[in-house]
């Protein structure tokens, strides 16, 4: 025993500098993701403010009816499941693809163009907002109406009253908008790929796209593993922005736009009971959490190196 407390005491010692360098990160996700934990209680609890939150009504899981208990659980359910889906395979192609595309074009160019490509990402992320969404989409003088339709001929469409036009659009919005982000991430791991392979790979008569299939994506999976895992873990969580703000809250597009997030928000604000909101985080969360157990639990079975634990 006392060998290896002796043990633990070097190696303690002999990493307080990288301890240091942890401590800030450690103490912000203590006080941000960790003590805010006991919040939990509220979503067992009737608040009242009068009373306080340890001091209210206990009333058990009351506050989960309000998201099942309602003929839009269905709905809000599989949009939020089915948007999060195909934003994480379509985003997961299209930012991969344009992290391999960046890397190629500046392996062809003088390495002062560098910082350009590199910069492409993060204007295609920073650029959209709602109100550009707006101005691309408005009824009365948005540009695919008044310029793209009206070239060919086609008649105008009212999007916001239009739901099945949806589904397309917040896609796009939401490529546009983290694609670059994404791609960043990609084009890190694909730099760090020793180049003496890919000239032993041409040496070999390995083609471009060869070297794309044989090379590059195999060697970078452990990234795309870990980040789809991550997104997994938010599948039951939206980005509440793109789906409350770009569709303006209109009500005819409900059916094609609305998620947990949004509900919740909507009943937050038409109610006043934070209790049911919380509900619907924990609800979230405990979801998520075995979305990613499992997810790592397939990824371990098929290829152990790559899982996330």
């Known amino acids: 025993m006392s060998l290896r407390k002796t043990s633990l005491t070097k190696s303690l010692k002999k990493n307080i500098p990288l301890l240091l360098l942890a401590l800030p990160g450690l103490i912000y996700l203590l006080i941000n993701n960790y003590i805010p934990m006991a919040g939990i209680i509220i979503a067992f609890k009737k608040i009242d403010y009068g009373k306080g939150i340890l001091a209210s009504d206990w009333i058990g899981f009351d506050n989960f009816k309000f998201l099942f208990s309602t003929p839009d659980a269905w709905t809000m359910t599989r949009n939020t499941i089915f948007y999060n889906f195909a934003f994480i395979v379509i985003g997961t192609i299209c930012a991969l693809g344009m992290a391999i595309l960046m890397f190629e074009i ?38 695919i109406n008044k310029t793209v339709l009206s070239l060919f001929g086609i008649d105008e ?3 916001y009253t239009s739901a099945k036009s949806w589904p397309w659009i917040l896609l796009v919005v939401y490529l546009w908008k983290n694609t670059g982000y994404a791609s960043i991430i990609y084009l890190a791991s694909i730099a760090g790929i020793d180049k003496t392979i890919y000239e032993a790979a041409r040496i070999d008569g390995a083609g471009k796209l060869s070297q794309i299939r044989l090379i590059t994506i195999p060697l970078i999976k452990p990234t795309i593993i870990i980040l789809v895992l991550l997104s997994i873990g ?24 609305q998620t947990i997030d949004t509900y919740v928000y909507r009943g937050l604000m ?10 619907a985080g924990v609800y979230q969360s405990v979801i998520g959490f075995i979305l990613v157990l499992t997810a790592n639990f397939l990824v371990k079975k098929v290829s152990p190196d790559d899982a996330l634990f």
């Not at 160019?109 to 969404?133: D, E, T």
């Not at 599948?235 to 569709?247: E, K, T």
């Not at 038409?270 to 509900?279: D, E, H, K, R």
């Open 106 to 143: 500046t392996n062809h160019f003088y390495a002062k163009y560098f910082q350009g490509a590199f910069l492409l990402p993060n204007l295609i992320s920073m650029v959209v907002v709602s109100y550009i969404a707006f101005a691309f989409l408005n009824s009365e003088n948005g540009f």
């Open 234 to 257: 938010r599948i039951m969580f939206s980005d509440f922005g793109l789906f409350y703000q770009v569709p303006m809250n209109a009500g005819a597009l409900y059916s094609t736009t």
């Open 270 to 279: 038409q109610l006043g009971n934070i209790g049911m909101s919380s509900a």
């Open 157 to 159: 469409i009212n999007y």
